[in-house]
């Protein structure tokens, strides 16, 4: 029997950013034909930047600088009638300002999965500012949110849906970390199964 189904993806990301909301309208595992309802809003993880200049008290400055992930991993429950399973990707470019702001950017970050003998795709792309504080074990990323940027969901019947990430201004995760001059690793704190790898990049020096 043909059904559609609202899809709710849960975006991990550290840095983030790990923990975004997604929201969107697809179809139904079981089914071929496109779904004609409108997406709902989308709700992210990323915040708005704030307007301090001071460094926030605290900080560990291992984390401090630019980062890009070369490994990430978490669970997504991609069809609303069928189970999560795994995902990949790799490529998010992370940033973590010294006073308590930080961003993220997206060009073509392709997460990627399989169920059933065959492979879903989420591909996103623009930016989103977050605030982040930090203890010597784990990392706490909150909005509000200011976000431009966009999803693309995919099976093997195409392109299912295109919807923009919206800003959630009660957004708040936590991962726990290690962190060295040129590695950092999270792990979520919320069950999703969540893992990043990321290595510092030279866009805004190395800190730590």
């Keep these: 029997m043909s059904r559609t189904a609202v899809v709710l993806f849960a975006v991990a990301g550290g840095a983030f950013v790990a923990a975004t909301t997604l929201t969107a309208v697809v179809i139904s595992a079981d089914i071929p034909e ?3 309802d409108a997406a709902p809003p989308v709700s992210p993880l990323a915040a708005v930047a704030t307007t301090e200049t001071s460094r926030t008290v605290g900080l560990p400055a291992c984390l401090i600088g630019t980062w890009r992930s070369i490994e990430e991993y ?19 470019f992370l940033i973590l300002r010294p006073d308590g702001t930080g961003g993220e950017r997206r060009e ?21 500012e977050f605030r982040w504080s930090a203890d010597a074990k784990a990392i706490t990323y909150q909005g509000p949110v200011t ?6 969901y995919y099976d093997h019947r195409g392109l299912l849906n295109t919807q923009p990430l919206q800003p959630d201004p009660n957004w708040k995760e936590v991962d726990e ?9 999270e792990t979520s ?16 020096g190395v800190y730590g």
């Design 34 to 36: 496109r779904s004609s």
């Design 74 to 92: 978490t669970t997504y429950k991609f069809y609303t009638d069928q189970p999560p399973f795994g995902f990949t990707g790799r490529g998010r």
């Design 108 to 128: 073509g970050f392709t997460q990627t999965g399989r169920y059933r003998g065959g492979e879903q795709r989420m591909v996103s792309d623009g930016t989103y």
């Design 147 to 152: 976000a431009s940027m966009t999803f693309r």
């Design 177 to 185: 970390f290690t962190c060295t001059a040129t590695r950092l690793t």
């Design 189 to 204: 704190t919320s069950g999703t199964g969540y893992r990043s790898v990321w290595v510092r990049t030279k866009e805004t």
